[in-house]
């Protein structure tokens, strides 16, 4: 086989890890169920954002500010089109990605869990065991909170939470404000 030139493999380290990235995003869209088309039509356009800074935290405004602050004077239109290019493109590559994957009989874990939570809503999800016990957890996305919470009622399902009783039991306890919202 050819061996890469630089730019080959440059070009290619590029799109890694760009691909890396968005994958990432892709399993938390589908893990936090996302509707990805509202969320790239909020973000293609820049004026909306710049619109959304009332709703941020400041350390969040200078994040975003400082992002396009990075680009020089002359190149900030352009960055900024293809910033927009890309959010407006990305619903497409999702459901295209999505489509591929599942004619080749494949998932990404968000897009399983996904998958899987959609099955509870329309009580597809089969059930092989008449217990399923869940250890440890302490941090939930919303795939894995609509499972537990099908699960519990049910009467299916037993939890053995990594959290300290005292801040579950204690309504005063922000710490456990989480926790008591699975129980």
């Not at 994957?101 to 897009?111: E, R």
């Not at 959290?163 to 710490?175: F, H, L, T, V």
Request: proline share 2%; hydrophobic share 40%; aromatic share 16%.
């Amino acid at each position: 086989a050819d061996k890469l030139n630089a730019k080959q493999a440059s070009d290619f380290s590029l799109f890694y890890d760009s691909g890396r990235k968005i994958l990432q995003d892709f399993n938390e869209i589908d893990n936090y169920l996302v509707d990805i088309g509202q969320l790239c039509h909020n973000c293609a356009d820049i004026s909306e954002l710049e619109a959304l800074y009332s709703y941020l935290e400041p350390d969040q405004v200078e994040i975003i500010r400082a992002f396009w602050a990075s680009f020089s004077a002359e190149r900030l239109s352009y960055e900024k089109q293809k910033f927009r290019e890309l959010w407006i493109s990305l619903p497409r590559v999702y459901a295209i990605f999505r489509d591929n994957l599942s004619k080749a009989g494949a998932m990404y874990s968000g897009m399983r869990n996904r998958s899987i939570y959609q099955m509870t809503r329309d009580g597809s999800l089969p059930l092989r065991f008449g217990t399923y016990i869940f250890v440890g957890f302490s941090v939930l996305n919303k795939c894995e909170r609509g499972l537990f919470s099908y699960l519990r009622k049910a009467g299916r399902a037993r939890f053995y939470w990594d959290a300290d009783y005292y801040y579950i039991s204690d309504k005063a306890q922000e710490a456990g404000l989480f926790m008591r919202g699975l129980l």
